[in-house]
């Protein structure tokens, strides 16, 4: 038995740093469960730049090798052609970075011809197949079995605990493989660029009935406040502080 875990790179919200991503971690270590259960051979993947020093983490994660497959082109036909004959790939539910589609699971297993299972909670290989509990809205769950091959796509909140071990880490090592694939058209027009938060726009909560709001939509009233105009900057600012405070806009 051949299995696959498919893994990508995040990027740490705060700081912006490359990171694995949480998603593929919890992957991974369903796989390696499933591998050392049937003494399955078990491959890790990546499409895109074998420098990327969040690949690294994935070894201290227990993969022993991660395999790159050097490309700058189509990733999906990249990925295709080199998981030609696995019986389970599994990967995460989609990437961490801004735009991410979620797609490539979906493109990968049209272009595999295998079933695709989404949203996997638990996932367990049996005689029959591949059995997975799927994460559902309003923390329900079903079950739901496949025939091998199959490709399954890992929920963030799967029943894995990714454990970290340096010393893997400084065991493992990155094989960068060159990977001829079509050109994707599409990417000519693509432009990256870092994401910026969006600032939010800090209001008073509104504490009055429905009734008076309704008022309010037909009728011009004044709703109270102050105009600071005389006063040095410290006594304005400790104004809004004070406004701030009172509506618990702040909690400092």
């Not at 390696?32 to 399955?40: E, R, S, Y």
């Not at 329900?140 to 010393?167: E, G, I, S, T, W």
């Amino acid at each position: 038995m051949k299995i696959a875990v498919l893994v990508s790179t995040g990027r740490h919200p705060v700081s912006g740093t490359a990171r694995y991503s949480r998603n593929d971690a919890a992957a991974l270590t369903i796989g390696i469960d499933i591998a050392k259960a049937h003494g399955a051979q078990l491959e890790v993947l990546h499409a895109g730049d074998p420098a990327n020093p969040a690949l690294t983490e994935y070894l201290a994660l227990g993969a022993p090798r991660v395999e790159v497959l050097n490309t700058q082109a189509d990733a999906c036909a990249a990925l295709a052609q080199r998981l030609t004959g696995y019986d389970l790939v599994l990967t995460g539910t989609r990437a961490e970075g801004a735009y991410d589609s979620g797609t490539l699971p979906y493109k990968l297993a049209d272009a595999l011809n295998m079933p695709l299972v989404g949203a996997a909670v638990d996932v367990s290989v049996t005689n029959e197949g591949v059995e997975v509990r799927q994460f559902m809205p309003k923390g329900l769950r079903r079950r739901v079995r496949a025939p091998l091959p199959a490709l399954v796509a890992v929920h963030p909140l799967a029943n894995a605990a990714p454990r970290y071990a340096y010393a893997r880490m400084r065991e493992g090592h990155v094989a960068p493989v060159a990977a001829p694939a079509p050109a994707d058209k599409e990417r000519a027009a693509w432009s990256l660029m870092a994401i910026t938060a969006k600032p939010k726009k800090l209001a008073a909560p509104e504490k009055r009935s429905g009734h008076a709001r309704m008022l309010s939509a037909t009728t011009t009233e004044s709703r109270g406040g102050n105009v600071v105009s005389e006063g040095s900057s410290v006594e304005k600012a400790q104004m809004i502080m004070a406004y701030l405070r009172e509506h618990q806009l702040v909690d400092y």
